[in-house]
């Protein structure tokens, strides 16, 4: 196998890439940059291609073919951005690259926290020296009832992490889980959304679950519910949550991730204007943390989101199967 790499971070995947490439005996090539037709020749004279979240359209899918790329991985759990039936047509097979769902777990309870006992509010009055307590009561974890909207092995893990805070939890998923009945209740989401007075999503961006959080799930919401998003950011109507909030019906957000975030992640932007107005309108608000699509960045999640691409990768090679492999349907 030869493997080009886009988008890759010297800092911490390219030391696992030259680990693997001589445990797994493969020839790779890499870039900083994200695939595109301008750059997409870097990858002729190889086979397998490795990318993070960047839109693979079948423009370029069909670009990377003629250069003689037959396998595509997405070093992500989510691949969305990879037309997937433009690869089928193509005969360009497909994987994603799971890790564990630990981080993001982990994660997801830390903005659950930070939301609940206002602490971004808190940092930043704190930061000129305003100590005071007005305005700045929280709430306790354990007094809430906390929705889960999708139970995978990210949903999972969280509500196993919030059963030891002692909180009533609903869980929505069309798959319900009898390992989790002894600490969940299912029901439908309409039912957990007017019941919680924390929404926590994890449900994947499929096309049926895109604006799955619109202005009509809102209103349906308790007024001053709390809004957690490390999942996907299609699964969150943008423009009504800012009103939802703007109006105080929504107390709070937390938020990973949101709608059109491909132009953001994962650059340094600081000396720029932000090209994106929604998360710039987001960041202003006080009780919203916004955080730059990050809730899976531990050491273990790269390892292994490294790891599993090449592996994909390398079974496509062989014409093997691989348990990473996606599909259009």
């Not at 890499?30 to 490795?50: I, K, R």
């Not at 306790?140 to 139970?151: A, D, E, M, N």
């Not at 999503?201 to 209103?219: E, K, S």
């Amino acid at each position: 196998m030869k493997l080009f790499a886009y988008a890759v971070r010297d800092y911490d995947e390219l030391p696992y890439l030259e680990a693997l490439s001589r445990e797994l005996g493969f020839e790779f090539g890499y870039t900083s940059e994200y695939p595109s037709m301008s750059n997409a020749e870097l990858a002729g004279g190889y086979d397998s291609l490795s990318i993070i979240t960047n839109p693979l359209d079948a423009e370029l899918l069909a670009r990377f073919h003629e250069l003689g790329v037959r396998g595509v991985s997405t070093r992500t759990i989510g691949y969305d951005h990879i037309d997937l039936e433009a690869a089928e047509r193509l005969g360009i097979r497909v994987a994603n690259a799971p890790y564990p769902p630990t981080g993001v777990a982990d994660y997801t309870i830390m903005m659950i926290l930070m939301a609940l006992r206002k602490a971004k509010l808190i940092s930043a009055a704190a930061s000129y020296q305003d100590f005071g307590l007005t305005g700045k009561i929280g709430r306790p974890l354990s007094s809430c009832t906390v929705g889960v909207v999708g139970t995978g092995q990210i949903g999972e893990a969280v509500c196993r992490r919030l059963a030891g805070f002692g909180c009533r939890i609903l869980a929505s998923d069309p798959y319900e889980k009898d390992a989790l009945r002894d600490i969940v209740e299912y029901t439908d989401l309409d039912a957990l959304l007017a019941a919680s007075d924390v929404v926590t999503l994890h449900a994947p961006g499929l096309p049926q679950n895109t604006r799955m959080i619109d202005a009509a799930a809102f209103a349906r919401m308790k007024e001053g519910v709390v809004l957690v998003n490390a999942a996907r950011g299609v699964l969150v109507d943008t423009a009504a949550l800012m009103d939802a909030i703007e109006s105080g019906h929504v107390g709070a957000a937390a938020l990973d991730t949101i709608e059109n975030e491909a132009n953001l992640y994962y650059h340094d932007l600081s000396r720029k204007a932000l090209p994106n107005r929604d998360r710039a309108v987001l960041m202003s608000y006080p009780n919203v943390i916004v955080t730059p699509h990050m809730a899976f960045y531990t050491d273990e999640a790269v390892e292994s989101m490294v790891a599993n691409s090449c592996r994909a990768l390398l079974a496509f090679s062989r014409g093997d199967d691989s348990p990473f492999e996606v599909h259009a349907s």
